[in-house]
């Protein structure tokens, strides 16, 4: 048989979940922190085009605050988003990691790579998420954006009570350590079963995937898809969009 009669591979389809659940209490108060808008635009719908972006992404399961569903689903139809994406509303729950696993349960056969994307990263670029799942496209069962750090890191002994010293036990050596983003990259049926398979509750969904002994690659990550935790991120969010609106010449 030439190479020219074999039937080609299936194409691989790529699903994103992006976990929008959270409250955002280390923002303050407000209405729930996917909801709050960055120069006029609820930040969820920022990070919804932002994984809709790349062409790679056919559906996007959009894991809402569990009495917002309906909010959010309205939200997503007052919105322009891409038509060649197909968007699923459910609600989550009461960790990052029972959300995750409440979009995952939802997702439609016919995709076998599935991003992960927080809601509270809403900046991240298309060629950051491109980059994610290219490289699960190329094998490895797990990928994680992630960049160096930029402040030396103490690992000390957690205070017994507030106010209490902390003795630093030990400074790591930076070299080998990165701080971690998303999209988080999988192929399918590893992150269900890391899914299935660990029961406590850790804060990013590559954790799961080491803990089944699987080897998690690292590309590199972006300064724009930092997390807005704290006040002070909203700032930077909304420099940078600003930047980006002079950039774009309007
Ligand atoms: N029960 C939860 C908790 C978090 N998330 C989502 O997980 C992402 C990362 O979490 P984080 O930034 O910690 O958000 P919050 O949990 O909302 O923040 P905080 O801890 O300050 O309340 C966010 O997009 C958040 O909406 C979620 O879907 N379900
Ligand atoms: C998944 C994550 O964004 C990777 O940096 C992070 O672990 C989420 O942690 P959080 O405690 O929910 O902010």
Redesign the pocket.
Known sequence: MSDDSRPSPAPTRTAAVI?????????GPGAP??LRTLSGTPMLIHAVRALAASRAVSLVVV?APPDGAAEVKSLLDAHALPDRTDFLVVP?????Q??VKLGLDALPPGHDIVLVH???RPLVPVDTVDAVIEAVREGAPAVVPALPLADTVKEVEPAAAPGDPEPVVATPDRARLRAVQTPQGFDRATLIRAHETVTENVTDDASMVEQLGLTVVVVPGHEEAF?V?RPLDLVLAEAVLARRRLNDGF
């Open positions: 976990p929008a659940a959270g409250r955002g209490v280390r923002l922190k996917a894991v989550g729950g009461e960790s990052r029972e959300s927080d809601a509270a997390k935790t």
